[in-house]
């Protein structure tokens, strides 16, 4: 009689290893929103922890330095501008001092957050966007488009902005008869999917303005839903079925006819929040409520969701913040990290992969997307689509100054009543902002009179620079690079010998 050892799949992640960080480097004494709406309450970029926190007389979030531990004083300044409570919160992908915030007060605002953190409460937002007739729950920036941000209110009415002019290009009244759950874009940005309370998911192109993809009934359940775009162009849903059980699903957009795989958990009531990593294509998924953080890596094989494991805790999560790639610490194999909202407490949850090597670990870290956009938001609305701009995390990452990144600066003036009820559109670099009543760009017209100026378009810096301390740069520059092929170079040969090694033990040589 033989037996046939179980074949085990083959996955880099299947060891991810989901630890707390200690109690000094947490941070304490945060009054954490109690606002009834399902967001994560949280963000977070390469330099700031942004959380939404209760406030009496309006809204406000908190942001302070990634760096930053401890307890947080009383008097620690806010964002607080907002007439009514903060439902969400989303740092720019293309600029981490730039975040947008959306309230129950049916506005959006653009706050400038200034490199070392806030000194003195800040009440001015250098954008405010006034277009929704009800309180903004969602915002979503564009990928790869400069200054193009999307937000959707409980008017069931999504409406895309060109941040650095104010102006509202795309309005999208008509496409959900219901409350809007969540909006994802996809990777190029050209397509957004959304869930809606009818239970049906959508595919629409918001330049276009048209629905191109339905499927009716995502989730039998009628608790909210959750949908978000992956890398290869499919779309990853979580909601209720039936019988209350929360699930997990995997849609191809080719053929939206039934999913190709469902995986049920449990029958917890928190809206299940996915965080997705187009780099490993993991999906955490983060229940508000829940004790619990699971993930999941998502294949071309069947069953295509794949559950890799969980991170449990004593203390239920209000919320969850998802650091962006680019911060991550690759010297210690941390894949992605989570700042977990407490009650009064923010503790950050590394997720790590294992390995005996000191050396940068290629295969866990392909190129992940930088904060320099691929287009302009002027190239964008003219119809142009361009993937992320990629950038190596080997030997740690660093934010190059960008071009664009004085585009908004400063407060735009507003345009008077008298020139007519649209903002006006200025060059690439400038900033105008709408009026009370904002119109789509293709209704602009060269009839209107110029608009003053408010910022000017910046030059490229590196022409300023004195030629000898280019030179010097250069040079620094070469040595790096070829030092990293190197270590690279080591790195996949120490992984081929270990590999070797492995099927030895294991007797398979």
């Given at each position: 009689?033989?037996?046939?050892?179980?074949?085990?799949?083959?996955?880099?992640?299947?060891?991810?290893?989901?630890?707390?960080?200690?109690?000094?480097?947490?941070?304490?004494?945060?009054?954490?929103?109690?606002?009834?709406?399902?967001?994560?309450?949280?963000?977070?970029?390469?330099?700031?922890?942004?959380?939404?926190?209760?406030?009496?007389?309006?809204?406000?979030?908190?942001?302070?330095?990634?760096?930053?531990?401890?307890?947080?004083?009383?008097?620690?300044?806010?964002?607080?501008?907002?007439?009514?409570?903060?439902?969400?919160?989303?740092?720019?992908?293309?600029?981490?001092?730039?975040?947008?915030?959306?309230?129950?007060?049916?506005?959006?605002?653009?706050?400038?957050i200034p490199d070392g953190g806030l000194t003195s409460p800040m009440?001015?937002?250098?954008?405010?966007?006034?277009?929704?007739?009800?309180?903004?729950?969602?915002?979503?920036?564009?990928?790869?488009?400069?200054?193009?941000?999307?937000?959707?209110?409980?008017?069931?009415?999504?409406?895309?902005?060109?941040?650095?002019?104010?102006?509202?290009?795309?309005?999208?009244?008509?496409?959900?008869?219901?409350?809007?759950?969540?909006?994802?874009?996809?990777?190029?940005?050209?397509?957004?999917?959304?869930?809606?309370?009818?239970?049906?998911?959508?595919?629409?192109?918001?330049?276009?303005?048209?629905?191109?993809?339905?499927?009716?009934?995502?989730?039998?359940?009628?608790?909210?839903?959750?949908?978000?775009?992956?890398?290869?162009?499919?779309?990853?849903?979580?909601g209720f079925s039936r019988m209350s059980e929360r699930q997990l699903?995997?849609?191809?957009?080719?053929?939206?006819?039934?999913?190709?795989?469902?995986?049920?958990?449990?029958?917890?009531?928190?809206?299940?929040?996915?965080?997705?990593?187009?780099?490993?294509?993991?999906?955490?998924?983060?229940?508000?409520?829940?004790?619990?953080?699971?993930?999941?890596?998502?294949?071309?094989?069947?069953?295509?969701?794949?559950?890799?494991?969980?991170?449990?805790?004593?203390?239920?999560?209000?919320?969850?913040?998802?650091?962006?790639?680019?911060?991550?610490?690759?010297?210690?194999?941390?894949?992605?990290?989570?700042?977990?909202?407490?009650?009064?407490?923010?503790?950050?949850?590394?997720?790590?992969?294992?390995?005996?090597?000191?050396?940068?670990?290629?295969?866990?870290?392909?190129?992940?997307?930088?904060?320099?956009?691929?287009?302009?938001?002027?190239?964008?609305?003219?119809?142009?689509?361009?993937?992320?701009?990629?950038?190596?995390?080997?030997?740690?990452?660093?934010?190059?100054?960008?071009?664009?990144?004085?585009?908004?600066?400063?407060?735009?003036?507003?345009?008077?009543?008298?020139?007519?009820?649209?903002?006006?559109?200025?060059?690439?670099?400038?900033?105008?902002?709408?009026?009370?009543?904002?119109?789509?760009?293709?209704?602009?017209?060269?009839?209107?009179?110029?608009?003053?100026?408010?910022?000017?378009?910046?030059?490229?810096?590196?022409?300023?620079?004195?030629?000898?301390?280019?030179?010097?740069?250069?040079?620094?520059?070469?040595?790096?690079?070829?030092?990293?092929?190197?270590?690279?170079?080591?790195?996949?040969?120490?992984?081929?010998?270990?590999?070797?090694?492995?099927?030895?033990?294991?007797?398979?040589?």
């Amino acid at each position: 009689m033989s037996f046939r050892r179980g074949v085990v799949r083959q996955s880099k992640f299947r060891h991810v290893f989901a630890q707390a960080w200690k109690a000094e480097h947490c941070i304490d004494d945060v009054r954490v929103s109690r606002v009834t709406w399902d967001s994560p309450l949280c963000a977070v970029s390469p330099k700031f922890i942004a959380v939404i926190i209760e406030a009496g007389g309006g809204g406000a979030f908190l942001v302070i330095p990634i760096s930053k531990s401890g307890r947080i004083d009383q008097s620690c300044p806010t964002v607080c501008g907002h007439a009514a409570p903060v439902l969400d919160i989303q740092w720019s992908p293309h600029d981490d001092s730039i975040i947008a915030s959306a309230s129950e007060d049916c506005t959006v605002k653009v706050w400038q957050i200034p490199d070392g953190g806030l000194t003195s409460p800040m009440t001015e937002a250098i954008v405010t966007l006034e277009g929704h007739s009800k309180r903004v729950g969602i915002l979503a920036w564009h990928p790869t488009a400069f200054n193009i941000l999307l937000t959707a209110g409980c008017d069931n009415v999504i409406c895309v902005w060109n941040v650095g002019t104010g102006e509202l290009v795309y309005q999208l009244s008509d496409a959900h008869p219901d409350l809007i759950y969540s909006v994802s874009w996809n990777k190029d940005g050209s397509a957004v999917c959304t869930v809606c309370k009818d239970k049906a998911l959508r595919v629409i192109d918001p330049r276009r303005g048209t629905v191109l993809k339905v499927r009716e009934k995502v989730h039998d359940g009628t608790r909210p839903m959750r949908a978000v775009f992956l890398a290869d162009g499919k779309i990853l849903t979580t909601g209720f079925s039936r019988m209350s059980e929360r699930q997990l699903a995997l849609w191809d957009t080719k053929d939206l006819s039934e999913p190709m795989a469902v995986q049920e958990m449990d029958t917890s009531n928190g809206v299940l929040l996915p965080f997705y990593d187009p780099d490993t294509n993991m999906v955490y998924l983060c229940g508000k409520g829940d004790c619990t953080i699971r993930y999941f890596e998502v294949t071309d094989e069947s069953p295509y969701v794949h559950f890799l494991s969980l991170y449990s805790s004593k203390e239920p999560q209000r919320g969850a913040g998802f650091l962006s790639k680019r911060a991550v610490d690759v010297n210690k194999c941390e894949i992605a990290r989570f700042y977990k909202l407490h009650e009064r407490k923010v503790e950050p949850i590394s997720m790590t992969v294992p390995r005996k090597s000191d050396l940068f670990q290629g295969d866990l870290y392909p190129d992940t997307a930088s904060s320099e956009p691929a287009l302009l938001a002027d190239e964008w609305i003219a119809g142009q689509d361009a993937p992320p701009l990629l950038v190596s995390l080997s030997g740690g990452y660093t934010a190059p100054p960008s071009k664009h990144r004085d585009t908004l600066r400063s407060k735009p003036k507003l345009v008077s009543q008298d020139s007519g009820t649209g903002a006006t559109p200025t060059s690439a670099g400038n900033v105008a902002a709408p009026t009370s009543t904002p119109t789509s760009a293709a209704k602009e017209t060269e009839e209107e009179g110029p608009q003053p100026r408010v910022a000017t378009r910046e030059t490229d810096g590196n022409t300023e620079r004195p030629k000898r301390e280019d030179d010097v740069l250069n040079e620094l520059l070469a040595e790096m690079k070829a030092l990293r092929a190197v270590v690279l170079a080591q790195s996949q040969r120490i992984e081929l010998l270990e590999r070797q090694l492995a099927r030895i033990e294991d007797g398979d040589v």
